[in-house]
């Protein structure tokens, strides 16, 4: 049960973060606002860090932990890129369930199979994903745009590499240390984008800063209760319900941006709370 809590706390706070970084992006644009995320980010952690007393890691585990937000934010780019060519009804959807999907396999090889109720609670919630990330028309998109589903795939790999590498860091109960290791990861691969491209540092608006901040503190939260859901109980359980995250950003988009949710992603909500309460008996 204490796993269940932590994935969904996950995936409240990861989807009030991509709501809050949508509104950053909007204000800064998405690599500005992705970037200055993850380094408030790191200020957060050394900031817990002076306060709590946690063993630093072996070099292995601060490697894993560095490679998993390089490749984690190396995901989100492809996420954004593959966005940027009109595939966002495609891109979110693929790539959130392919996210799910690697850790469920993985888990399935490493930890056996799961009961039959959470096994349904899997189908749930990947059809949850997949019709709360739907936009009008969505589902025929799709199919109009088969040879494009290289990038969100790839950028479900990079999110789904991203769960099974951070489980393999904490799973020995280690969690601010590999946090900081994998945000400093995230960070590079970002910084390094961004020079090379030559993208502009400015933020042009300072009330972009507000949303910056809580874009970072909120993605902060994410990845620290999806470490305690996978320290609490299984890899495939932690990752499912944390990829559950789409549902809390269309809810907020409803609720304070008055945008409308279409039949679908009303489905979607259903098919969630099913998923969970299947999860939970």
Do not use: C
């Not at 204000?27 to 709590?52: C, H």
């Not at 601010?176 to 090379?196: C, D, E, K």
Request: glycine fraction near 10%.
């Amino acid at each position: 049960m204490l796993s269940i809590l932590f994935g969904l706390a996950s995936a409240l706070s990861w989807g009030a973060g991509d709501f809050t970084g949508g509104l950053a992006a909007r204000k800064t644009g998405a690599y500005r606002a992705v970037f200055y995320s993850e380094v408030i980010g790191i200020v957060f952690l050394v900031g817990v860090l002076s306060l709590l007393d946690e063993d630093l890691p072996s070099p292995f585990i601060w490697l894993i932990s560095t490679l998993a937000g390089a490749v984690g934010t190396l995901g989100l780019m492809l996420l954004y890129h593959a966005m940027t060519l009109g595939l966002m009804s495609v891109a979110a959807p693929v790539s959130a369930l392919l996210a799910a999907a690697l850790p469920v396999i993985v888990g399935a090889f490493r930890e056996g199979l799961p009961d039959v109720n959470t096994f349904f609670g899997f189908a749930f919630a990947f059809a949850a994903v997949w019709m709360i990330s739907q936009s009008q028309g969505g589902v025929t998109d799709i199919f109009a745009h088969l040879a494009d589903l290289k990038l969100p795939l790839l950028a479900g790999v990079g999110f789904g590499l991203y769960f099974i590498l951070m489980h393999e860091a904490t799973k020995t109960g280690a969690t601010i240390w590999p946090m900081l290791a994998s945000r400093s990861g995230g960070t590079l691969m970002i910084f390094s984008y961004m020079l090379v491209a030559r993208v502009s540092w400015k933020v042009e608006d300072p009330s972009a800063w507000l949303v910056v901040t809580l874009n970072g503190i909120l993605d902060i939260g994410g990845n620290m209760f999806f470490i305690l859901a996978g320290q609490a109980g299984r890899l495939d359980v932690a990752a499912v319900l944390s990829s559950l995250f789409p549902g809390a950003t269309v809810i907020l988009a409803w609720i304070l941006l008055k945008e409308r949710l279409t039949r679908i992603q009303w489905f979607g909500v259903l098919s969630a709370l099913t998923a969970i309460v299947l999860m939970t008996i």
